[in-house]
């Protein structure tokens, strides 16, 4: 029997490949001659760094760049050096995470610490991108990055512009000449699963801008900057990509990587599935299993485990998930793909002890080889 495992993580227990390992050792109790694959998996979100570093024989790359707020952090990114590639989530250098909640303004953040560190990427030769867009605090369209990369933003009295979103009011005119050139050699491939455009009632401002701590008269400030900086850049540059769908991504990070980077917005799974090449692996198996810590009807909406399913049923393969909690509404995924879904709490026990990574580790090991005897009867 041939069995491919791509589970995502039980965020704050196991990581993709622990819990991976533990099926694998369930399976191998009940059949021990399987021929059994794990791969890692993830959506372009938190964990997808880990994932891809973790399952691809690369590195953790820690640089010290600009955070939100423009002081200084440690940001960490991976890279496999074999495919001179870079994978990175922008809430490294600029999570709303790292901002305390009383100091969130996103008039006040910038972006220029993701350019920073794409950057340091480039000089160690990377020149492939896979970006997470997710989490983040700024709403500044991304002029952060690109003034950290050579682009200059001035005012109407040809002043430097800073990298914060109140800046973006205030620019009157852009010079790329000063664009590191080596930008023009990258591929970016940018995890984005929203479709807003940058500015408007969908866009940035009105939609994320309140979650960052922007008030009613900041998030109309701030979208009429997102409006003008589009302007401007259009005028100027002949380029127009406010409706893109996904523009408005990360406060406009997606607007600028499209319009600046020719980057290509994408599904984070679909990315990772290309990354992982798990098509490959999928059609010359007999049985996939994936799975997350929890599955819901979010889950069916899109997240990575029905991104392994429905791939899967393209090929006609069965899938089985493992998860760490299933609510009523989790139904839905079998209409999605999954086949059927196994919980894995054995006994009684608070959240805390269930998270525990030896309890989840043994608890998904167990439920993995009572279902494979179950398999074995037929």
Same mark, same amino acid.
């Given at each position: 029997?041939?069995?491919?495992? %791509?589970?995502?993580?039980?965020?704050?227990?196991?990581?993709?490949?622990?819990?991976?390992?533990?099926?694998?050792?369930?399976?191998?109790?009940?059949?021990?001659?399987?021929? /059994?694959?794990?791969?890692?998996?993830?959506?372009?979100?938190?964990?997808?760094?880990?994932?891809?570093?973790?399952?691809?024989?690369?590195?953790?790359?820690?640089?010290?760049?600009t955070d939100a707020l423009g002081e200084?952090?440690?940001?960490?990114?991976?890279?496999?050096?074999?495919?001179?590639?870079?994978?990175?989530?922008?809430?490294?250098?600029?999570? /709303?995470? +790292?901002?305390?909640?009383? *100091? @969130? #303004?996103?008039? #006040?953040?910038?972006?220029?610490?993701?350019?920073?560190?794409?950057?340091?990427?480039?000089? @160690?030769?990377?020149?492939?991108?896979?970006?997470?867009?997710?989490?983040?605090?700024?709403?500044?369209?991304?002029?952060?990055?690109?003034? %950290?990369?050579?682009?200059?933003?001035?005012?109407?009295?040809?002043?430097? =512009?800073?990298?914060?979103?109140?800046?973006?009011?205030?620019?009157?005119?852009?010079?790329?000449?000063?664009?590191?050139?080596? =930008?023009?050699?990258? $591929?970016?491939?940018?995890?984005?699963?929203?479709?807003?455009?940058?500015?408007?009632?969908?866009?940035?401002?009105?939609?994320?801008?309140?979650?960052?701590?922007?008030?009613?008269? +900041?998030?109309?400030?701030?979208?009429?900057?997102?409006?003008?900086?589009?302007?401007?850049?259009?005028?100027?540059?002949? =380029?127009?990509?406010?409706?893109?769908?996904?523009?408005?991504?990360?406060?406009?990070?997606?607007?600028?990587?499209?319009?600046?980077?020719?980057?290509?917005?994408?599904?984070?799974?679909?990315?990772?599935?290309?990354?992982?090449? =798990?098509? *490959?692996?999928?059609?010359?198996?007999?049985?996939?299993?994936?799975?997350?810590?929890?599955?819901?009807?979010?889950?069916?909406?899109?997240? %990575?485990?029905?991104?392994?399913?429905?791939?899967?049923?393209?090929?006609?393969?069965?899938?089985?998930?493992?998860?760490?909690?299933? $609510?009523?509404? %989790?139904?839905?995924?079998?209409?999605?793909?999954?086949?059927?879904?196994?919980?894995?709490? @054995?006994?009684?026990?608070?959240?805390?002890?269930?998270?525990? @990574?030896? $309890?989840?580790?043994?608890?998904?090991?167990? $439920?993995?080889?009572?279902?494979?005897r179950l398999i074995q009867l037929f």
């Open positions: 029997m041939k069995i491919l495992v %791509a589970i995502d993580s039980l965020k704050g227990s196991l990581s993709s490949l622990d819990a991976g390992a533990a099926i694998q050792q369930g399976i191998k109790k009940v059949y021990k001659d399987a021929d /059994i694959t794990v791969k890692p998996l993830a959506d372009g979100g938190e964990g997808t760094v880990e994932a891809l570093v973790s399952g691809m024989g690369g590195e953790l790359v820690t640089v010290n760049v200084k952090t440690d940001a960490v990114y991976g890279m496999i050096e074999s495919k001179k590639l870079a994978v990175m989530e922008m809430a490294a250098a600029a999570g /709303i995470t +790292m901002v305390a909640e009383q *100091k @969130r #303004n996103p008039k #006040n953040t910038t972006t220029y610490g993701v350019g920073e560190m794409i950057l340091d990427a480039v000089k @160690r030769g990377c020149r492939d991108f896979i970006i997470g867009i997710g989490g983040s605090a700024t709403n500044d369209g991304g002029m952060g990055m690109l003034e %950290a990369m050579g682009v200059k933003f001035f005012n109407e009295d040809g002043g430097n =512009l800073g990298p914060y979103g109140l800046d973006m009011l205030r620019v009157a005119d852009v010079d790329v000449s000063g664009l590191v050139p080596e =930008l023009k050699e990258c $591929t970016f491939r940018i995890a984005c699963d929203v479709e807003n455009p940058l500015c408007g009632p969908l866009g940035a401002a009105h939609v994320y801008g309140p979650q960052k701590g922007a008030t009613p008269q +900041m998030v109309e400030q701030l979208d009429a900057g997102l409006k003008n900086y589009a302007d401007v850049i259009k005028k100027r540059l002949k =380029l127009d990509n406010i409706n893109v769908p996904g523009s408005g991504a990360a406060g406009g990070l997606g607007y600028a990587f499209v319009t600046f980077l020719q980057g290509k917005l994408e599904p984070g799974i679909s990315i990772i599935l290309d990354t992982i090449d =798990l098509e *490959k692996e999928i059609k010359e198996t007999d049985l996939v299993i994936t799975g997350e810590g929890r599955l819901d009807a979010q889950t069916a909406m899109g997240k %990575a485990p029905i991104g392994v399913a429905k791939l899967a049923k393209q090929y006609g393969k069965k899938v089985i998930a493992f998860c760490g909690a299933a $609510t009523e509404d %989790a139904a839905a995924c079998n209409q999605a793909g999954i086949d059927a879904y196994f919980p894995i709490l @054995r006994s009684p026990m608070t959240v805390e002890e269930a998270m525990e @990574r030896d $309890t989840a580790e043994n608890n998904i090991m167990l $439920t993995a080889e009572q279902v494979f």
